[in-house]
């Protein structure tokens, strides 16, 4: 796997993600990707059963999306949002509120998930703050992520990596994700915090929890929760940064409670992989509360590529391709065969528990592992001896592919998954 190439000249300069050098000093060199597939600096293919960060859910290097990139790369490359707009950015805001829950009516256009769940925050905090209202708390659940910026490190149950900042963070109340168990407890203990007047936003990954290892709840005590606070003046901030554009079987997880979010942020799968860009979408209440003579009532935050031309084009493919028949036949499809690995599988000696989510796919593991741990580090290095890219947490194997992934792509990564199971 390794090699002297880009591989090795990548350890003179680069500081990664996510990464403890001294422990991880290797990075495999990609070279190109296509489809459902990573090809590696010597040539080796991998099925990325990810689809990268669920990013790129209609194939790497798809035609279709880069041809009209392509296209509009040789019109107009980047201007400044700010006074000035494009056709791109306007048809995307058409596009997505036309398949965004009804009540979703304007769109703020930034650069990555962190970025789409900070100006959530900042737009709830603000909104309270503009009415004259003093609402300094926050509601999360625990074990949520929203990402790495202090906001929405702040609102991130998943805090520990966070030691150094925790000191900094906004004030968050933590609620423990419903279940049949605890819903009637906990909406009483809401009912009663509540009473305290000083709650702005409730922000949540609906239904599927990512970083949390795809944890799963339902809809119906979701529903529940966001009823409660939503009569209470408290304002809903869906993060479905991974869940949204069609992975959970509808366009966006918030599709199936009748509680909609008042603010939804949007990123990943957004723009298909091929460049970076969120989107953090509000009612018009929302918007209303900020339009104003007086302008320090405005929400002044703004980066520097916000709705890039090439960014939007790219998502308005993608949007385009999800709502093609080809691709929800795809999810269906996809759905389908993960139910019927389900049933193989669950009942496993070394599988503790196994839930699914539209295309989502998650198994426990009856072993326990570390969330960074050498057996963990095993699991993974016998996925890609294999050819298969899956990214364990902890003791927990998830699929989370592209829509376009061949059948047999499929149960390469299932036959991979029972491979490992034995080897364990
Ligand atoms: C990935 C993710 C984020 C952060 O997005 P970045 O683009 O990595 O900053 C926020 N929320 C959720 C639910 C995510 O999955």
Request: charged content about 25%.
């Amino acid at each position: 796997m390794i090699s002297e190439g880009i591989s090795e000249r990548d350890k003179k300069h680069i500081w990664h993600p996510l990464t403890q050098h001294k422990l991880h000093p290797t990075m495999l060199g990609i070279k190109k990707a296509k489809g459902a597939l990573l090809y590696d600096e010597s040539g080796k293919e991998y099925i990325d059963g990810i689809a990268s960060w669920y990013t790129c859910m209609y194939g790497h290097c798809n035609d279709y999306i880069l041809d009209k990139v392509h296209q509009q790369m040789q019109k107009l490359d980047q201007v400044v949002f700010s006074g000035f707009t494009h056709e791109p950015a306007v048809r995307l805001s058409e596009e997505l509120i036309d398949i965004l829950p009804g009540n979703q009516q304007k769109l703020f256009f930034s650069d990555n998930g962190s970025t789409a769940t900070e100006i959530g925050i900042k737009m709830a905090l603000q909104y309270h703050f503009n009415r004259g209202e003093k609402r300094p708390v926050l509601v999360a659940f625990e074990e949520g992520f929203h990402g790495d910026t202090f906001g929405a490190m702040s609102v991130s149950g998943l805090s520990v990596y966070n030691g150094p900042f925790e000191d900094f963070f906004i004030s968050v109340e933590r609620l423990p994700v419903p279940n049949e168990k605890n819903i009637e407890h906990l909406l009483k203990f809401l009912e009663t915090r509540l009473a305290k007047g000083d709650i702005a936003g409730f922000i949540y990954e609906p239904l599927v929890q990512g970083a949390a290892a795809m944890k799963m709840h339902d809809a119906k005590h979701l529903d529940r929760i966001l009823g409660l606070l939503k009569k209470n003046g408290v304002l809903a901030i869906a993060d479905e940064v991974m869940t949204g554009f069609g992975k959970t079987g509808s366009f966006f997880a918030s599709d199936r409670m009748l509680n909609k979010p008042d603010i939804i942020c949007m990123s990943k799968a957004l723009t298909a992989g091929l460049m970076p860009m969120a989107v953090t979408s509000c009612t018009q209440d929302v918007y209303d509360a900020f339009y104003s003579d007086d302008i320090g009532k405005g929400l002044f935050h703004g980066h520097t590529y916000t709705a890039n031309p090439l960014a939007c084009t790219a998502a308005l493919a993608g949007i385009e391709l999800l709502k093609s028949n080809e691709i929800q036949e795809s999810i269906h499809r996809i759905t389908e065969a993960h139910k019927s690995f389900d049933k193989e599988i669950k009942n496993h000696s070394k599988v503790a528990s196994t839930r699914q989510c539209g295309i989502i796919y998650a198994l426990d593991l009856d072993v326990k592992m570390e969330r960074y741990g050498n057996l963990r580090d095993q699991l993974f290095k016998h996925f890609m001896d294999n050819g298969v890219f899956l990214r364990p947490l902890g003791s927990t194997i998830y699929i989370s592919a592209p829509f376009t992934i061949s059948d047999k792509q499929l149960h390469k990564i299932y036959d991979t998954i029972k491979s490992a199971l034995e080897a364990l």
